[in-house]
């Protein structure tokens, strides 16, 4: 089975994504799969080596996927190499809808640092150089991975880490009919922990009835994206407590934090668009008792690992996250989920095709060999 084509206009070209490797998460996984890609922006890197390119990709999706107010059909990924040699250092961004850090803006983001890359600039000079958003963490990513390759050592060596271990992950079903959640939800046999978007609009209650209905045995969380008032996500918090709910993300927009101060119930919450960066933990506590850290939006590992320490710091428990993307956006996120108490890093399932190599999910794990990325030469 192999993904139909895209159509392609104006500069893009179409490129095959080559082989993918068949989850056991999904029986129909295809074989192989299409994607549409702009041909490699590249700038030779000064008095050295070194070479620049960055692109857009455009992955389908194996089916329209739904959260609150908005629907993807599309992964739109800023695709960066960083090159010294033969060796290449890759990164791959989505970057953050809400925050319009969208795949054009990704790659003139990144473009603007050529010439500062060309003159030596590394992971710390990076930070300085561009702000959080997608362009910065597919390039902090990329320079993560030319360094494991020079060194010799793996990424998460590199971070401190001891060892990179599978890590257990939420899987995640889009809004759809109570019963078609209850059906996604039944075949998901690979997930021991299912995590639920819900939109706002009353119909939650049985979704999430319906869902424990059909997996009585599962570890159960909530995202709300924003959908909901204090006085809504109130109103649904007694079903959500007999339902046997252990964690719910996000339920009111951003600027409603301190909203949060009168919610019902004692189920632990988390926060995901209302915290972007290390800079905004200490306005939460007391607020949230986890945080959602995602390299796109923190603007990549060097950041990441930064906002972990200060998160603990601060007395909140930790999430790794991701914005979909294939095994080259999980893959970094992987190494900071060492570190982390929840970890939801199922983007590439949403995908028809990933990258070969690619990360695997068994048993509610997700597996990340070296050779995926960040690995040693």
Same mark, same amino acid.
């Given at each position: 089975?192999?993904?139909?084509?895209?159509?392609?206009?104006?500069?893009?070209?179409?490129?095959?994504?080559?082989?993918?490797?068949?989850?056991?998460?999904?029986?129909?996984?295809?074989?192989?799969?299409?994607?549409?890609?702009?041909?490699?922006?590249?700038?030779?890197?000064?008095?050295?080596?070194?070479?620049?390119? !960055?692109?857009?990709?455009?992955?389908?999706?194996?089916?329209?996927?739904?959260?609150?107010?908005?629907?993807?059909?599309? !992964?739109?990924?800023?695709?960066?190499?960083?090159?010294?040699? *033969?060796?290449?250092?890759?990164?791959?961004?989505?970057?953050?809808?809400?925050?319009?850090?969208?795949?054009?803006?990704?790659?003139?983001?990144?473009?603007?640092?050529?010439?500062?890359?060309?003159?030596?600039?590394?992971?710390?000079r990076l930070q300085d150089l561009l702000p959080d958003c997608g362009?910065?963490?597919?390039?902090?990513?990329?320079?993560?991975?030319?360094?494991?390759?020079?060194?010799?050592?793996?990424?998460?060596?590199?971070?401190?880490?001891?060892?990179?271990?599978?890590?257990?992950?939420?899987?995640?079903?889009?809004?759809?009919?109570?019963?078609?959640?209850?059906?996604?939800?039944?075949?998901?046999?690979?997930?021991?922990?299912?995590?639920?978007?819900?939109?706002? *609009?009353?119909?939650?209650?049985?979704?999430?009835? !319906?869902?424990?209905?059909?997996?009585?045995?599962?570890?159960?969380?909530?995202?709300?994206?924003?959908?909901?008032?204090?006085?809504?996500?109130?109103?649904?918090?007694?079903?959500?407590?007999?339902?046997?709910?252990?964690? &719910?993300?996000?339920? &009111?927009?951003?600027?409603r934090e301190g909203d949060m101060a009168g919610l019902d119930g004692?189920?632990?919450?988390?926060?995901?668009?209302?915290?972007?960066?290390?800079a905004d933990l200490a306005g939460l506590v007391g607020l949230f008792?986890?945080?959602?850290?995602?390299?796109?939006?923190?603007?990549?590992?060097?950041?990441?690992?930064?906002?972990?320490?200060?998160?603990?710091?601060?007395?909140?428990?930790?999430?790794?996250?991701?914005?979909?993307?294939?095994?080259?956006?999980? !893959?970094?996120?992987?190494?900071?989920?060492?570190?982390?108490?929840?970890?939801?890093?199922?983007?590439?399932?949403?995908?028809?095709?990933?990258?070969?190599?690619?990360?695997?999910?068994?048993?509610?794990?997700?597996?990340?060999?070296?050779?995926?990325?960040?690995?040693?030469?």
């Open positions: 089975m192999v993904c139909p084509s895209m159509k392609v206009s104006g500069p893009w070209v179409f490129i095959p994504a080559g082989s993918c490797r068949r989850h056991p998460t999904h029986p129909g996984c295809p074989s192989g799969g299409s994607r549409s890609a702009a041909p490699f922006h590249s700038s030779s890197m000064k008095e050295t080596t070194m070479r620049f390119e !960055a692109r857009v990709e455009r992955w389908p999706m194996r089916s329209p996927f739904r959260i609150s107010g908005q629907e993807f059909n599309m !992964a739109e990924m800023l695709v960066v190499q960083v090159r010294d040699g *033969d060796l290449v250092g890759y990164g791959e961004a989505c970057g953050v809808y809400y925050r319009g850090d969208g795949p054009d803006r990704m790659l003139e983001m990144a473009l603007s640092v050529r010439d500062a890359l060309a003159a030596g600039a590394d992971r710390t362009a910065r963490n597919a390039i902090d990513c990329a320079l993560w991975d030319l360094e494991a390759k020079r060194s010799g050592r793996p990424v998460w060596a590199m971070a401190g880490l001891k060892a990179a271990v599978p890590l257990p992950s939420f899987f995640t079903i889009g809004i759809d009919t109570p019963d078609a959640m209850a059906a996604a939800a039944r075949t998901m046999t690979h997930a021991r922990a299912i995590k639920l978007k819900l939109s706002g *609009d009353g119909d939650d209650g049985a979704r999430v009835g !319906a869902v424990r209905a059909a997996r009585p045995d599962a570890w159960l969380a909530v995202d709300g994206n924003r959908g909901f008032t204090i006085d809504s996500i109130n109103a649904l918090v007694p079903m959500l407590e007999t339902a046997g709910v252990r964690l &719910l993300e996000q339920p &009111l927009a951003i600027g004692s189920i632990p919450t988390a926060a995901d668009e209302s915290v972007q960066v290390a008792d986890i945080v959602n850290i995602k390299l796109d939006k923190c603007g990549g590992l060097t950041h990441a690992l930064i906002m972990e320490k200060a998160a603990r710091d601060l007395g909140f428990q930790v999430m790794v996250g991701n914005m979909t993307g294939t095994s080259w956006s999980q !893959a970094p996120a992987f190494v900071l989920g060492q570190l982390c108490d929840y970890c939801d890093l199922d983007g590439p399932t949403f995908l028809a095709a990933d990258r070969t190599p690619a990360l695997w999910y068994a048993d509610g794990l997700v597996y990340c060999p070296d050779e995926v990325w960040g690995g040693a030469r």
